[in-house]
Structures are given as structure tokens and as C-alpha cells.
């Protein structure tokens, strides 16, 4: 039941038996009504559960959003997302202390997690001086993240991590991307106009840019390391990803390939270059064998990204 034209489209409600099949491996996705015991539609709601504003269906788009830019709920899920591990990476700042935190009104914006104390620390559940010293370290240590990874943690809508590197690579600080006209954002390979615009959009507001001043007033990095383009062993190769590598998460292995000049996709085609297979493979490594697309393990991978081919 992701969305609303799904909803519609099986006229299903509440109290309906359904037929359901595994989707996706493991999420049970609802096939179609086997037996109708309610009246009338399940619809959308008019307002947002969370703050009662309006809310909006943009055209084009199956998703129904809450217009304010305040929301509690999305205000809540945003830092959520800030802090996890594959934007700011600040290990220990669970769900749980971002409630507990909001509950005492201790965030409003996203620079307020770096005014946190060690005293604001130490009034969460079960936080004791080690827990708090941790917290108040890792805090820090993000500080360090690059500027692909906090422009990630900020949000802006249809950004994804491998956007987000690639406008961190061309702009190389925040103030080049702030600065960035439609033009600029254009002319970048891989970001089309509807990312370029909501990057627009992102940097129009004055909230924004005023926490984004106060993010660097409180030390944070916002720019991107160089990177020495002369060593891309990887350029033009294409990899698949597939199962659990032991030493990277799957999201580390594809900076680590963007950053060396190669690509990842999620399916395996007769253009995949290397399928990297880890513990509990799924269907993409069958397609590669039959394929015959060349198949690696962990250490071969890492041997490749040193610039090493005789594997
Ligand atoms: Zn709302």
C-alpha cells in the first residue's frame, strides 16, 4: 500500500480481506480484494495528521505532502535522516534521543545538535557520563563529514546520496552550490531538471540559508576533499552489487567506486563490468553467471580499486 493510486487502483479499505504475495523478497504487497466487507473508499487524508495543515498532490507525483515547512513529523524525520549513518554518521543519536530531545525542546533546527551540552546530554533515559562524553565526540567527529554527505543530511527532496556526490565533486564548497544558477545546475551530467530545481527551491529560502551560516559558524565542513583524478582505475566500468560484503556496507563500496571514476547500477545487464558478490547473494549473481559477466569477491573488488587487474 505505498501510495494513493495503488489504494485506488485495488479499491481496497479497511476491514477487506486481501490477497497478499511476498514483493521485493520479504514486503508483502496486496494483490488484489478477495472479499469486500466495508462500504465506500479509503481516501486520502485533507490534512496532516501531525500539524493540521493542508495538504498537497503535486502533479505528476503519487505522494500527498504536508505544505508546512515546520511540520513536527517531518521536522522529526529530517533529523532522523541528519544524523544516520549514511549522512552526518552520528553514531549513538538513535530515534530514541531525537524524541527525547524534541520532547525537551532542545532542537529546532539541525545546528541545534551541535549547541547540544554535555548537561542537555545527560538528561536523556539512561544516559551516564560515558554515554553522554560518547555522544558529545561523535557529535563532533561529524563535523568532519564532507560536503556530499551533508548535503545528503539536508533533505532537499529528490537528493539522493549519488546526487548529492556528484553536485559536492562539481560545486566543491556550499557556497558555490548556494550560489549555483539554473544554468550551473544544468550543465551537470546526471542531475536533470527536476533535481535542479528542487535544489533552487532548497537554497531560495531565507531559514535555510541562516542555518546554513550557523552550521559554519559552528565549525562544520562544507567543503569537498579534493580528489586525485589522476588515480581512477575505475573510469568507465560498471559494477553490481550483490549480498553483504563483510568489511563496507553496500553504500561505502559505491563511493568508493564513484570516487575511482566507476559506476554502480542495480541490475546486472550486458554492459555490468564487474558483479561484486558478498554473503548471501541474490538473483543478480544467477544473472551474472549466465551472462558470463565477470564475478568478484570482496578482496578481489579491493584489489581492483588499488589499481590491480590480475585477479
Ligand atoms: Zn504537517
Redesign the pocket.
Do not use: R
Given at each position: 500500500m505505498h501510495n494513493f493510486d495503488e489504494i485506488e487502483r485495488l479499491n481496497v479499505n479497511i476491514g477487506d480481506d486481501v490477497i497478499i504475495e511476498r514483493a521485493g523478497e520479504v514486503i508483502p504487497k496486496i494483490i488484489k480484494v478477495a472479499k469486500k466487507n466495508s462500504d465506500g473508499y479509503f481516501l486520502p487524508p485533507l490534512r496532516?495528521?501531525?500539524?493540521?495543515?493542508h495538504i498537497v498532490k503535486e502533479e505528476e507525483d503519487v505522494y500527498y505532502i504536508?505544505v508546512?515547512p515546520s511540520?513536527?513529523?517531518?521536522f522529526r524525520r529530517s533529523l532522523i535522516h541528519f544524523v544516520s549513518r549514511d549522512a552526518m554518521n552520528i553514531d549513538g543519536f538513535g530515534e530514541v534521543v531525537v524524541d527525547q530531545l524534541l520532547k525537551l525542546n532542545k532542537l529546532h533546527t539541525f545546528a541545534d545538535i551541535y549547541k547540544l551540552t554535555f548537561d542537555d546530554l545527560m538528561l536523556l533515559d539512561l544516559f551516564k557520563e560515558k554515554k553522554a562524553n560518547n555522544l558529545i565526540q561523535a557529535i563532533i567527529d561529524s563535523k568532519k563529514q564532507p560536503l556530499s554527505k551533508l548535503i545528503f543530511a539536508l533533505g532537499i527532496r529528490h537528493i539522493g546520496d549519488k546526487s548529492a556526490k556528484i553536485l559536492a565533486d562539481k560545486f566543491k564548497n556550499i557556497d558555490n552550490l548556494i550560489s549555483a544558477k539554473q544554468e550551473d545546475l544544468l550543465s551537470v551530467n546526471e542531475i536533470g531538471p527536476i533535481l535542479v530545481q528542487s535544489v533552487l527551491d532548497f537554497f531560495e529560502n531565507e531559514q535555510t540559508l541562516k542555518m546554513i551560516e550557523e552550521l559554519k559558524s559552528l565549525g562544520l565542513n562544507t567543503t569537498e576533499p579534493e580528489r586525485d583524478s589522476s588515480f581512477s582505475p575505475l573510469a568507465n566500468k560498471t559494477f553490481v552489487l550483490t549480498g553483504e560484503l563483510s568489511t563496507l556496507t553496500r553504500k561505502d563500496a559505491e563511493n568508493i567506486i564513484l570516487s575511482l571514476g566507476g559506476k554502480t547500477t542495480s541490475s546486472v545487464s550486458k554492459k555490468t563490468d564487474y558483479v561484486v558478490v558478498g554473503e548471501n547473494p541474490g538473483s543478480k549473481y544467477d544473472k551474472a553467471v549466465k551472462l558470463g559477466i565477470k564475478i568478484i569477491n570482496e578482496n578481489e573488488f579491493k584489489k581492483l580499486t588499488e589499481g590491480n587487474f590480475d585477479i
Open positions: 496532516c495528521p501531525s500539524c493540521n495543515s504536508c508546512n511540520c513536527p513529523a517531518q
